[in-house]
């Protein structure tokens, strides 16, 4: 059996495929806004409204399956995981576990650290667009909004340089075997990995506890040791979590923010001749081309979401990429609009006792690489922007590849 053999539901929906899901998100919003996908056996919910409720009760809808494998894990690769010692990251965690670590990890990571880091993220910018200057065409997505994040965060989480790669290759695999569709076979090598990655986390806070620096990990134990409540797994899972969430994302943001301005050329050119718009643009790309499209919930009660019945168990997929575009909330949402004045209230980062953590960083450094490409490449252009492929899974709208021409520089 191949995974999820038959994963299309009602009109053809395939909640892995997201090259192209717009169309048929606006549909379901209009006819059917809350309804059960039987391949997967979840609930989508696809309004602003009914996704932003669902989020803030969290007594009801727990988050305790944002992290479970969307295809149950087979025999093999349950067993490596079970072995590797794994307990769960933050996104997980529910009240009152989830208050104590994230009150604690928020005082680690937050606008002083970030304005400590900006002269970094400058630099790394800057080292990376100078270095693809002369190519005149490359893929965009692997050779800059690739590394950039990673180099960023890895400095603030006091990652070495040179443990770069194998860290985001154990990110990869974290993705495909939580989001993905692996039949048992394939989930063995990403579940070796993943393995790998915790024993990396916890490893990297015993060596901080060692030998402390000026990072992430380094502030949690001082934190732990002038008495905050919080445990070296706990700050190993926090670790595990952020590691991914706050690169992975703002790879996918920057790939996504150039597919989608260099097909709107209006709103690029727009930047170009003010970059004072790029604060507003960034939250209106986050809102229209979202890193994460959707994610999980799962029913503790007998409820119901809007209009419709949801059974005590139900696991319940919000897409907030379709939230996003509601024209309730966002009038014209299907346009991008980089001067619309409510976009700030996009369901990107989530809402509620879990959103995200890092969005100020990701806000900070996006908003740095969009001013320098601004300035620096007013005229590049996408090369094929009718026929970009996205990984495929149910929850991050990863491109394959963002092939760009870089056209003549300042």
């Not at 019945?309 to 897409?319: K, Q, T």
């Amino acid at each position: 059996m191949n995974a999820l053999d038959t994963v299309h539901g009602p009109d053809g929906y395939d909640p892995f495929n997201l090259d192209a899901p717009h169309a048929q998100w606006e549909m379901f919003r209009e006819e059917r806004p809350v309804f059960y996908h039987e391949p997967t056996d979840y609930w989508i919910v696809t309004r602003y409204d009914d996704i932003k409720s669902v989020y803030d009760d969290w007594h009801t809808f727990s988050s305790e399956n944002a992290q479970a494998p969307i295809r149950p894990l087979g025999a093999a690769a349950k067993k490596i995981i079970s072995e590797g010692g794994f307990t769960s990251g933050l996104s997980a965690r529910m009240p009152p576990e989830h208050t104590r670590i994230r009150k604690i990890a928020q005082t680690a990571f937050g606008p002083r650290r970030f304005k400590a880091i900006e002269p970094k993220i400058e630099k790394i910018v800057d080292d990376a667009l100078s270095a693809i200057a002369n190519k005149g065409e490359l893929d965009f997505f692997r050779e800059v909004a690739f590394p950039v994040p990673a180099l960023v965060l890895f400095t603030l989480m006091g990652i070495p340089d040179e443990d770069v790669p194998q860290v985001k290759d154990w990110a990869a695999s974290r993705a495909l075997l939580t989001w993905g569709n692996l039949n048992d076979d394939d989930q063995i090598p990403h579940a070796e990995k993943m393995v790998e990655y915790w024993a990396y986390c916890r490893n990297l806070v015993a060596m901080r506890r060692a030998a402390p620096g000026d990072d992430f990990p380094s502030d949690l134990l001082k934190a732990q040791s002038e008495g905050a409540d919080i445990s070296d797994e706990e700050i190993a899972g926090v670790m595990y979590s952020v590691l991914f969430a706050g690169h992975e994302t703002t790879t996918t943001l920057m790939g996504n923010a150039v597919i989608e301005l260099m097909n709107n050329r209006d709103a690029w050119d727009a930047l170009c001749a003010d970059p004072t718009k790029i604060r507003g643009a960034t939250e209106e790309i986050l809102r229209f081309a979202p890193s994460i499209v959707s994610w999980r919930r799962r029913a503790k009660v007998d409820t119901r979401i809007g209009d419709v019945d949801i059974p005590e168990g139900s696991n319940i997929l919000v897409i907030m990429g379709s939230g996003n575009r509601d024209k309730t909330v966002f009038a014209d949402g299907e346009r991008l609009d980089i001067d619309r004045k409510n976009a700030r209230t996009h369901l990107t980062f989530g809402y509620g006792i879990h959103f995200c953590i890092g969005f100020q960083l990701a806000k900070m450094e996006f908003g740095i690489m969009l001013r320098e490409l601004v300035t620096r490449f007013p005229n590049m252009t996408l090369t094929d922007g009718d026929n970009i492929e996205y990984l495929r899974n149910i929850s991050f709208r990863v491109p394959l590849k963002v092939q760009v021409k870089l056209g003549a520089t300042t």
